[in-house]
T-cell receptor, first 114, second 116 residues
Framework: GDSVTQMEGPVTLSEEAFLTINCTYT??????LFWYVQYPGEGLQLLLK?????DKGSNKGFEATYRKETTSFHLEKGSVQVSDSAVYFC?????????????FGTGTLLAVQP | GAGVSQTPSNKVTEKGKYVELRCDPI?????LYWYRQSLGQGPEFLIY????????DSGLPNDRFFAVRPEGSVSTLKIQRTERGDSAVYLC??????????????FGPGTRLTVL
């Protein structure tokens, strides 16, 4: 069945460092891909999404490109801040274009130190 | 406007008891989803409603779990004969529709269920 694999954490970085969190997926058809973020004490929030191959999602300085050839959707940010410390979840929807159920990875904890 | 709300925020119960968890979606959202998140894991899909009907209940783990959405708005997740393994955070999400930009799911803060 469909699944998402993301790099295990925790990832610990100094402020202004470059961030990459790897995410690969297995799916039939053409899923939509998402990154969700969970800040301490808060609920899940959509960070960015891409709905078709070669699309780039971006928000708050974060970017991810939908790579069908490598079945990947890696999250990147050029310069992280302490306020980016959170758990990041990669997810896919099992039905291209129709976002009903989401399938999540296990999450990656990011800790940014000043 | 108000986001997705869930009550209670915390629920502690004893093994074998019955519990109900409530979700109030964003007003006007036709789709509603329940997920379960165990410690250190990503959320796992349980059930999805489109309007009043369950369009996909493939994630419900067994027949002790049941969910309703009688008027197409508020939903209740019901768990009978709770077991310690049911302890988790239960998340609710809603979306305006199910395709394109309308399919973005907005999550509530969750209900933390602890079964002693």
């Amino acid at each position: 069945g469909d699944s998402v694999t993301q790099m295990e954490g925790p990832v610990t970085l100094s402020e202004e460092a470059f961030l990459t969190i790897n995410c690969t997926y297995t799916a039939t058809g053409y899923p939509s891909l998402f990154w969700y973020v969970q800040y301490p004490g808060e609920g899940l929030q959509l960070l960015l999404k891409a709905t078709k191959a070669d699309d780039k999602g971006s928000n708050k300085g974060f970017e991810a490109t939908y790579r069908k050839e490598t079945t990947s959707f890696h999250l990147e940010k050029g310069s992280v801040q302490v306020s980016d410390s959170a758990v990041y979840f990669c997810a896919l929807s099992g039905y291209g274009g129709a976002t009903n159920k989401l399938i999540f990875g296990t999450g990656t904890l990011l800790a940014v130190q000043p | 406007g108000a986001g997705v709300s869930q009550t209670p925020s915390n629920k502690v119960t004893e093994k074998g008891k019955y519990v109900e968890l409530r979700c109030d979606p964003i007003s006007g959202h036709t789709a509603l989803y329940w997920y379960r998140q165990s410690l250190g894991q990503g959320p796992e899909f349980l059930i999805y409603f489109q309007g009043t009907g369950a369009a996909d209940d493939s994630g419900l783990p067994n027949d002790r779990f049941f969910a309703v959405r009688p008027e197409g708005s508020v939903s209740t997740l019901k768990i009978q004969r709770t077991e310690r393994g049911d302890s988790a955070v239960y998340l609710c999400a809603s979306s305006l529709g199910t395709s394109g930009g309308q399919g973005t799911q907005y999550f509530g803060p969750g209900t933390r269920l602890t079964v002693l």
